[in-house]
């Protein structure tokens, strides 16, 4: 799989690291046990599109939220993530 990493171009997967599900929020700090529970442990196993976390490490080292089918790995669109390391490149 290729990732089109938006500062560095076309990139190989190994170049990055999985995060997760791009979904979940964290919960506030008075938010209760069962809103901690829900966010740590109840991820959805989604086929088809879903929005992703990935690092890439191997490259600008930015967060990235990929847009990914789970069962083609086609890739619809990638973004930087607010305030992950974007500001670093080409400073």
């Not at 966010?39 to 990914?68: F, I, P, Q």
Request: proline share 5%; charged share 20%.
């Amino acid at each position: 799989m290729r990732i089109p990493c938006p500062y560095c171009g076309v990139r190989d997967v190994q170049e990055f690291t999985y995060l997760g599900d791009a979904k979940p929020q964290r919960p506030t700090a008075d938010a209760g046990e069962d809103a901690v529970y829900e966010y740590v442990y109840l991820r959805d196993n989604v086929a088809g599109a879903m929005s992703e976390h990935w690092y890439h490490g191997g490259g600008c080292r930015a967060w990235l939220k990929v847009t990914r089918n789970t069962l083609t790995h086609e890739i619809s669109a990638v973004e930087p993530t607010a305030g992950a390391g974007a500001a670093k490149v080409g400073a």
